[in-house]
Structure formats: structure tokens, C-alpha cells
């Protein structure tokens, strides 16, 4: 591998230590910003979808299930890792309604949340989902969703209160409170 330049650092070569359908794991023999060698690990996890489904009442829909890492329960809005030929807005809409049985005719996006950037290289896309409709719910086998509805004033307490941890569902639950206090002040303004 010739040495690249990647940022103030010089990857002068890259290994793939791991391999799994949603991860790798790498290490690189570097030149460090002061010039020194050295060694950095690095994770790189498929690109996800994140979505918070709002209903015309101002409720919430979220997912407590089992997270196998973590050891224990998890409240979180609904994610899933982003596959060969979907855009984004696609995974978001398939998430919902694998998992939450929604459709959303409208899908905002709120940009993108990384969730541990000096070593996990891991996007995740953030929707806040309206104008909801009901389908089949299609989980994963894998999966045992439990589905919590409840206000978005709720779920930015839990939030705070710590009893939301999983990251792009912090983030994506703050995102679209501000989203929407702030479309509240637009249209106050008319």
C-alpha cells in the first residue's frame, strides 16, 4: 500500500483483521501528527437509518428490546444498518415498518449523528417520520419488540433522565423536539 495522507495523519498501511456482514475491523500502521510511528485500531460499521415516528398527536413511537452488547434492555427509536443499493430514507421507512408496523407519507430528515468518531467509523442517518398509517409489523427473528408510544415531551425527559441511552436515539429525540418547537415558532409567524 502506498502511505495516504488522512488528515494530520499518514496511514502507511491498513490491515482487515475481522470481517462480518455489518463490520471490520482494521489496523493501521501510521505516522502520528508529530511525526512518530505507531499503531491505530479502528471499526467500521455499515451506515444506518435511525427513525422517530410522531403521530398526529404528538406521541411517539419507540422499541424496548434486549440489546445483546449492552446486556440489557434498551428504549430506542428504531435503526437498522443501511443495505447494498438503499438510500437512507428508504432503510428508514423499512425499519418502521418492520418494526413498528408504520408507514409515514412524510419523512424528515435531521441529519447525521456519529457515534464514537475517534474509533468507530459508523453513520447514522436521523428521519422524525409523520402522518402515520398502520401495517404488518415484519421483525427480524431475532427480534422481541416490545412498542412504547408515548409524548415526545416524555421521551426528551427520558432522555435526560438517563433511561434513554442507546446515542442516535438521544440525539435524533432532541433533534426533533428542537425540529418541531422550532416549526411551532415559523408558523406563529405567519
Given at each position: 500500500?502506498?502511505?495516504?495522507?488522512?488528515?494530520?495523519?499518514?496511514?502507511?498501511?491498513?490491515?482487515?483483521?475481522?470481517?462480518?456482514?455489518?463490520?471490520?475491523?482494521?489496523?493501521?500502521?501510521?505516522t502520528r501528527p508529530n511525526g512518530t510511528p505507531g499503531v491505530y485500531?479502528?471499526?467500521?460499521?455499515?451506515?444506518?437509518?435511525?427513525?422517530l415516528a410522531l403521530d398526529e398527536?404528538?406521541?411517539?413511537?419507540?422499541?424496548?428490546?434486549?440489546?445483546?452488547?449492552?446486556?440489557?434492555?434498551?428504549?430506542?427509536?428504531?435503526?437498522?444498518?443501511?443495505?447494498?443499493?438503499?438510500?437512507?430514507?428508504?432503510?428508514?421507512?423499512?425499519?418502521?415498518?418492520?418494526?413498528?408496523?408504520?408507514?409515514?407519507?412524510?419523512?424528515?430528515?435531521?441529519?447525521?449523528?456519529?457515534?464514537?468518531?475517534?474509533?468507530?467509523?459508523?453513520?447514522?442517518?436521523?428521519?422524525?417520520?409523520?402522518?402515520?398509517?398502520?401495517?404488518?409489523?415484519?421483525?427480524?427473528?431475532?427480534?422481541?419488540?416490545?412498542?412504547?408510544?408515548?409524548?415526545?415531551?416524555?421521551?426528551?425527559?427520558?432522555?435526560?433522565?438517563?433511561?434513554?441511552?442507546?446515542?442516535?436515539?438521544?440525539?435524533?429525540?432532541?433533534?426533533?423536539?428542537?425540529?418541531?418547537?422550532?416549526?411551532?415558532?415559523?408558523?406563529?409567524?405567519?
Open positions: 500500500m502506498t502511505p495516504r495522507k488522512h488528515g494530520p495523519w499518514t496511514i502507511n498501511e491498513s490491515t482487515l483483521k475481522y470481517k462480518h456482514k455489518l463490520l471490520e475491523v482494521y489496523e493501521d500502521q501510521v485500531a479502528m471499526v467500521k460499521i455499515r451506515a444506518g437509518a435511525a427513525v398527536n404528538g406521541a411517539v413511537y419507540l422499541a424496548r428490546q434486549f440489546r445483546y452488547a449492552a446486556g440489557r434492555e434498551s428504549l430506542e427509536v428504531v435503526a437498522g444498518a443501511i443495505e447494498t443499493d438503499e438510500r437512507p430514507e428508504e432503510t428508514a421507512r423499512r425499519e418502521l415498518r418492520e418494526e413498528l408496523g408504520l408507514e409515514a407519507r412524510e419523512l424528515i430528515a435531521l441529519g447525521r449523528v456519529d457515534s464514537m468518531g475517534s474509533l468507530i467509523d459508523s453513520p447514522s442517518h436521523l428521519f422524525l417520520a409523520r402522518q402515520l398509517s398502520s401495517t404488518e409489523a415484519q421483525p427480524d427473528v431475532s427480534e422481541r419488540i416490545q412498542i412504547i408510544k408515548i409524548s415526545l415531551a416524555e421521551a426528551c425527559r427520558l432522555v435526560y433522565a438517563n433511561e434513554i441511552t442507546h446515542g442516535s436515539s438521544c440525539v435524533l429525540i432532541l433533534r426533533a423536539y428542537k425540529y418541531l418547537q422550532d416549526e411551532t415558532l415559523k408558523g406563529g409567524e405567519a
